[in-house]
C-alpha cells in the first residue's frame, strides 16, 4: 500500500497535478463530501483558511456560500498556485500564499474556519498530528476545522476494493499517499482541545473529520 511512502511526495511534479486534475471531479461521491462540509462552515464566518487548496475548487464553494467572507489559499504545487491565480485573479477577497504544510504554518492571524480537501494524507503522520495543533492554534473561538480526507480502510481488502471503485489500481495510486485510520485522527482532535469531533460523512475511504474551536468562557 501506499501508505508505507513516507518519503515520497510527486506533488511538486506539475505532470502528477495535472493528471489529478483531470480526474478530480470523477472522484465518486465526491460533491456529497463538499455539500456536507458546507453545512459546517458558520455562516457569520469572515475569515477562512484553506488547507492544501489546489486549484480552488473547494474554495470556491465556500464562498460563494459565504459571500462577504475574505479567505487564504496555501498549496505549494506550482500547477495549482497557477490554477488558483486564474480562478481567482478577480477575486480581491482571496490572498494565495505558497507554502507546503510540511512545513510549520505561516503567521497568518486567526480564522473562522479553516477548511481541507484530499492535502493532508499527503503529510507524514508525525507532520499530521503537528498541524492539526497549529490548526487548533489558528482557529479563533468558536471556529471550526472541516477536513474532507482520504483515510485509510480497516483491511487491505477494503483498500483494494477502494481502488477499483474510483479506477485505481494498487499499481496506479499516488505513491504520495500516507493513510491513516480515521479513529486515530479523530481521537488527535480531541486530544489536542477541539469540541464536537465527529466524521460526519464517509464512503469508502473518503471521509469528513471536523472538531470546532470552544468559545471563550
Not at 55 to 77: I, N, Q, Y
Not at 130 to 135: A, K, P, Q, R, S
Not at 201 to 213: C, M, Q
Request: hydrophobic share 40%; aromatic share 8%.
Amino acid at each position: 500500500m501506499a501508505t508505507d511512502s513516507f518519503d515520497v511526495n510527486l506533488w511538486t511534479s506539475s505532470a502528477h497535478a495535472l493528471d489529478y486534475l483531470s480526474r478530480a471531479d470523477q472522484i465518486p461521491h465526491r460533491t456529497e463530501g463538499e455539500r456536507t462540509l458546507l453545512e459546517f462552515v458558520p455562516v457569520n464566518a469572515r475569515r477562512i483558511l484553506d488547507l492544501g487548496s489546489g486549484d480552488g475548487r473547494l474554495l470556491a464553494l465556500v464562498l460563494t456560500d459565504h459571500p462577504d467572507a475574505e479567505a487564504v489559499a496555501l498549496d505549494f504545487s506550482a500547477t495549482m498556485l497557477d490554477r488558483l491565480r486564474e480562478r481567482f485573479a478577480s477575486n480581491s477577497r482571496v490572498r494565495i500564499v505558497e507554502h507546503d504544510l510540511a512545513s510549520s504554518l505561516p503567521e497568518l492571524d486567526t480564522f473562522d474556519a479553516i477548511v481541507s480537501s484530499f492535502a493532508i494524507h499527503h503529510l507524514t503522520h508525525e507532520r499530521k498530528r503537528e498541524l492539526y495543533g497549529e490548526i487548533f492554534a489558528r482557529l479563533s473561538p468558536g471556529g471550526v476545522f472541516c477536513n474532507l480526507e482520504h483515510v485509510a480502510s480497516p483491511t487491505i481488502e477494503l483498500h483494494h476494493a477502494f481502488l477499483h471503485a474510483i479506477n485505481y489500481t494498487p499499481e496506479t495510486e499516488d505513491p504520495s499517499n500516507k493513510l491513516l485510520d480515521m479513529e486515530v485522527q479523530l481521537r488527535w482532535l480531541r486530544e489536542i482541545g477541539f469540541h464536537h469531533v465527529d466524521c460526519h460523512w464517509k464512503w469508502r475511504e473518503l471521509a469528513l473529520l471536523s472538531g470546532v474551536r470552544a468559545l471563550k468562557s
